[in-house]
């Protein structure tokens, strides 16, 4: 239960981080010793100081170290990548004791810092509080695993499980209140990139960017199979970066970069393509055929679904996630969430 109880520091700390660490992934890191906490740190900014680094710096007395133990969500490092691996540091402290959250699955790491470390002859505890310390990383260990970008799907739909009325153009039916729609700036923020498919960006026209919440914009990324989206869309005009897969060849504009699919691999040739861009995050905000595209692949992570307390009775059909799947449920500002999680055994073995 102590173990436990400094890990979950670890993670409040590792949380600090968020989007100015990446491609890296978030680390909180604590040194105790006799039940009290007297060093803490967590990984700031990429290629910048790690968080055992911070947390071993952050201790007054350093000769408490040699009677320490030092909590971290993931395993210390034993490369030399920005920064001198923190192995050797714990190490070279002296620290006895080391308590893990996981193992990292970057292959220049993936085990060796936990065996370097026994073979130091310290005592090394592995697995506390494992799976949210996986959950944690999950965008960091979904890119180095299976090898393409976390993908979260968000859609809101009515109560009898509509997303809008049939409409060619015109305004969308607002399902989102205000407040829940901050929450989706929010995530928006936190994602690497958005993307839509060509119905949504034809008839809304969104922007796509973060306007609600503070933090950086997303890349945009939208399909147009047949390239018959109008120039005249937000989405082209140059403001922030935009990705167009499409089947045809078309040369690139400034700041919208178009690559050529093939309609049939389109999903997973799009992926691919993100990941070569080292894109570890997308944000999935499109119409119903888009996110069932991913749930009928099996190609998603976590869905988040926003129910409004109305009624359309006709309309545009809400996608359909495996009934297997059981969400959590909570509420948020007069509106259900229901979130469900898709997480692969290959992630959490």
Request: with cysteine; hydrophobic share 35%; net charge positive.
């Amino acid at each position: 239960m102590e173990d436990e109880k400094y890990m979950r520091r670890c993670i409040q700390l590792a949380l600090n981080g968020q989007k100015r660490v990446a491609p890296n992934p978030m680390v909180g890191a604590v040194v105790v010793y006799q039940d009290r906490i007297i060093g803490e740190g967590y990984h700031q900014c990429f290629g910048e100081a790690h968080a055992e680094v911070n947390a071993i710096g952050s201790v007054k007395d350093q000769t408490l170290l040699e009677k320490a133990t030092i909590y971290v969500s993931l395993e210390p490092c034993s490369h030399y990548g920005k920064t001198p691996p923190c192995v050797d540091l714990i190490l070279e402290k002296r620290i006895p004791r080391i308590v893990i959250g996981c193992q990292d699955p970057f292959p220049e790491v993936a085990g060796r810092g936990i065996r370097k470390l026994i073979e130091a002859g310290r005592e090394v505890v592995v697995g506390v509080l494992e799976k949210e310390c996986q959950y944690l990383i999950r965008e960091f260990i979904t890119f180095n695993t299976l090898k393409r970008p976390y993908i979260s799907l968000k859609w809101a739909e009515s109560q009898d499980r509509f997303i809008d009325v049939n409409r060619t153009d015109g305004k969308p039916v607002i399902l989102s209140n205000s407040q829940t729609s901050m929450l989706t700036h929010k995530r928006r923020a936190e994602a690497t990139a958005i993307m839509v498919g060509t119905r949504t960006a034809l008839l809304d026209n969104p922007t796509l960017n973060v306007r609600h919440w503070a933090g950086q914009n997303p890349i945009r990324v939208v399909i147009d199979h047949s390239l018959t989206l109008p120039q005249s869309l937000h989405l082209f005009d140059g403001s922030i970066p935009t990705l167009v897969f499409t089947t045809r060849e078309h040369p690139n504009r400034q700041n919208v970069t178009y690559y050529k699919i093939n309609k049939e691999e389109g999903l997973k040739q799009i992926m691919t393509q993100l990941y070569e861009l080292k894109i570890q995050s997308l944000l999935v905000e499109g119409g119903s055929v888009l996110h069932q595209s991913f749930l009928d692949a099996d190609l998603w992570d976590e869905a988040f679904v926003e129910i409004c307390p109305i009624k359309l009775h006709d309309g545009v059909k809400a996608p359909s996630i495996n009934a297997s799947i059981n969400p959590s449920v909570s509420e948020h500002f007069g509106r259900q969430i229901k979130h469900y999680k898709n997480i692969k055994k290959i992630i959490f073995a």
